[in-house]
DNA sequence: CTATGTAATGTTATAATGTAACACTACATG
DNA sequence: CATGTAGTGTTACATTATAACATTACATAG
């Protein structure tokens, strides 16, 4: 397994294009129109590669031109109905999604040390979840898991200097 | 096994005083205090016995005198510092606790069609978190679970006419 | 009992996040 | 070309949260 934590300069580059590409690809099979504007700010969201918010988004988008805030919310809500971003909601943040082709929920390992985040993709939570749910006489339609600690290489470092 | 979304009127101030009880002996053991303040916010959270956002809190406090949104913020800070309430990170809300004793978690049960809100402590959801997270090679410290879906009296209310 | 320090609260202002409402544009289709 | 719908622009505002500093309450040492 890659490690979700770990992205080198040129794996990175690599990341976002084929994000976009898969981006691209999705988004003719369901009919839907991954529009420049939709396009550009999935891009940032990768190029970020970590939870960012949309008015670091925003900022961005302005530096070429003007851009309001309900431009940025209205392409993040498209790519999040389209499972090509994730909404964080401990950070009110955004990330993109490394598997846009299933649907999934995903869980989120957050790391308090170095903020960077890992999706997972965990049928035993999920499960677990759901049973616990109906259990309490529940019906789950969707399930949020955002998981905070430290990833492997914070706690190797930290494991001495912190 | 009560189910935690009925609450008659009765029960209802139960809840609320038994509540109330029950944060003053835990501050009392833990040595912190329990201001006037402290314990308003928590009463009025409980009364609401629903998820309740901070301004909806500050509107109440400020039918009984002047108050700014720092005082509600540290009080519901305080409160959540010593488990007494939950923070709905999806809802931007706050709930009572009902089991502060025992530190925990918790996993909340949010029925999207009458907004109401259960918690439960389902060991077998924090077990699969944390193996799952271990997994990854991620160290956790805490989990942050919230599940969307229909509660049981909904459900069957649902079943035909909604 | 007063002095002193810390915790808690008050107060003002502002930051950060998110949305409503309406105007305009682009684009597909009849 | 006409028309409708999806997408975007624009303005204004709503909602959620915090920074910074002043003041008050309260415990404890002297």
Chains 1, 2 share one sequence.
Do not use: K
């Amino acid at each position: 397994m890659q490690d979700p934590f770990e992205c080198t300069p040129t794996d990175h580059q690599h990341c976002i294009s084929s994000a976009l590409a898969r981006a691209e690809s999705l988004c003719r099979q369901q009919q839907v129109r991954l529009t420049p504007m939709r396009r550009r700010v999935l891009e940032l969201v990768w190029q970020h590669h970590r939870p960012v918010g949309a008015y670091a988004l925003l900022e961005q988008l302005q530096q070429q031109g003007r851009a309001a805030p309900p431009t940025v919310y209205r392409a993040l809500d498209f790519l999040q109905s389209q499972g090509l971003i994730h909404r964080l909601e401990s950070l009110n943040a955004f990330i993109g999604c490394a598997q846009p082709h299933r649907p999934h929920q995903g869980q989120f390992l957050i790391c308090q040390s170095c903020q960077s985040l890992a999706e997972i993709t965990d049928d035993g939570i999920e499960r677990a979840i759901d049973a616990g749910a109906r259990t309490a006489g529940f019906t789950p339609s969707n399930q949020m898991v955002e998981i905070m600690g430290t990833c492997a290489s914070c706690r190797q470092q930290g494991a001495t200097d912190v």
